[in-house]
């Protein structure tokens, strides 16, 4: 069994806000995987310890560049907070965006081929991000886009420069505009329950079979409890199901809201910044304490 060190501690609380002891508990249980430790936590503590799906590991921005019904999200990382309001670097996001709407590059290896002028650096985009390293100082990467073209009308919202949605549909542009915040602020897993991904509906039902098999109740009364837990996790997950954030009853949800004012999404794609990345953590007890440590074998 692997050794459970205070700082695989520590980033299980920063990622779960459950207390320390819990967390070497759970580690413990797991043999060290975290991935395992949160989800032991939230059966024991319940939807406290499910924090780890919104929290920002990596800087970046979320640029876009949406013209008629072409538009594109593009992610773009940095290491550090500061440079992420870089002038060079967000001028850098903004032109990526804009060149995967016009051009329609395979992946970001293609998008990396396209031409580019920047900073005094070029003639690809690859070569600005180089010159743009060296004069900033700090590594860059293109980590993902998204295009939509010709498939219906398309609504955007930014977020600062950490949250970006892109919405595809037909009927009321105001309505549509209303989704994309609504999207930026909820952060649904996809449009339906029917297309919730196979491997959250499955983690999510595990949850609460063991949550369930706590209780001591019988087996059909159990499996009734993780069914109902089951729907009620793709209903706070699934776009038209979620109670609309701008709805004046407080029940009104997003599926109901499009059908009063005559519009159907097709489609949308939501980006956060550094969202699934894990960002090393430095751990300055344990660098000093090997400072020390060289010190005195000198």
Do not use: W
């Amino acid at each position: 069994m692997p050794a459970i060190t205070a700082s695989m501690v520590a980033d299980l609380r920063a990622k779960t806000d459950a207390p320390m002891m819990e967390c070497k508990k759970a580690l413990t249980e797991a043999d060290g995987d975290m991935a395992r430790a949160e989800e032991i936590l939230r059966v024991k503590l319940g939807s406290k310890a499910g924090k780890a799906a919104s929290r920002i590991t990596a800087e970046g921005v979320v640029a876009a560049s949406v013209a008629g019904n072409i538009g594109a999200l593009v992610e773009v990382n940095c290491e550090t907070d500061f440079v992420s309001k870089n002038e060079s670097f967000l001028a850098f996001a903004k032109a990526c965006a804009e060149l995967v709407a016009q051009h329609a590059p395979a992946d970001v290896a293609a998008l990396t081929a396209l031409s580019l002028s920047q900073d005094g650096f070029g003639p690809t985009v690859e070569d600005v991000r180089k010159g743009l390293i060296g004069k900033i100082g700090e590594n860059m990467t293109i980590r993902r886009f998204r295009r939509y073209a010709g498939g219906g009308a398309l609504a955007h919202y930014l977020h600062g420069t950490r949250i970006g949605v892109l919405v595809e549909y037909d009927g009321d542009d105001v309505a549509a505009k209303d989704v994309a915040m609504h999207v930026a602020a909820m952060k649904p897993a996809a449009l339906s329950s029917a297309e919730v991904p196979a491997e959250l509906v499955d983690k999510e039902r595990r949850i609460a079979s063991e949550k369930a098999a706590e209780s001591g109740k019988p087996a059909d009364i159990v499996a009734k409890m993780v069914e109902g837990s089951v729907q009620k996790f793709l209903k706070e997950v699934s776009l038209l199901d979620q109670v609309f954030v701008k709805a004046a009853d407080g029940k009104q949800t997003v599926g109901q809201m499009l059908k009063d004012r005559k519009t159907t999404v097709k489609r949308f794609t939501l980006y956060v910044v550094g969202e699934g990345i894990e960002k090393k953590a430095d751990d300055f007890a344990a660098e000093v304490a090997a400072q020390v440590a060289a010190a005195k074998g000198q």
